[in-house]
């Protein structure tokens, strides 16, 4: 049987196909960079006139007694309204691995406000970089993150 020889244009169709996906592959590298430049405002959430609630002391408070270890900080609600949501603890050990997300309320905290929140530490006696912020009842961003080497 005689093999079947490329038609004439079929080598430049296949050349014009190996450029496209080069090309493909630029506009994805070029779409990867753009996307992960992005700033994402804080408050995505269109319906929220909010201001971020704002840390007030940093850095916290720490209390260590033989049955547990606590970090409290205080917020102020700089909303023109009262603000309800959760406030988020995220706990790095020495080598940056999370070792505990805790979670407290924020209840009914009026406009212009301060309240304190405090987490209870569950790990081990260690120094932690502890990450916190809030989001709203729908999950929206209502604070800048925060961080703090802690002891607990």
């Known amino acids: 049987m005689p093999s079947q020889k490329p038609h004439k244009g079929e080598k430049g169709v296949k050349e014009k196909m190996k450029m496209s996906k080069v090309e493909a592959m630029a506009t994805l590298m070029a779409l990867a960079v753009a996307v ?10 269109s319906s929220s ?18 049955s547990a270890s606590y970090v409290s900080l205080v917020y102020q609600n700089q909303s023109p309204g009262v603000m309800n949501g959760t406030m988020y603890a995220v706990f790095h050990n020495s080598i ?20 304190t929140v405090t987490f209870v530490v569950t790990g081990p006696f260690d120094v932690y970089l502890v990450d916190v912020f809030a989001v709203n009842a729908g999950g929206w961003a209502i604070s800048a993150t925060t961080n703090s080497t802690v002891v607990a």
């Not at 992960?36 to 408050?43: E, G, K, L, R």
């Open 96 to 115: 940056g691995q999370t070792v505990e997300i805790a979670s407290e309320p924020i209840n009914s905290v009026a406009a212009g406000q301060n309240a």
């Open 36 to 45: 992960s430049t992005m700033t994402i405002p804080v408050f995505a959430d």
């Open 49 to 66: 006139a909010a201001t971020p609630l704002a840390f007030v002391n940093v850095p916290w408070i720490q209390v260590t007694n033989s």
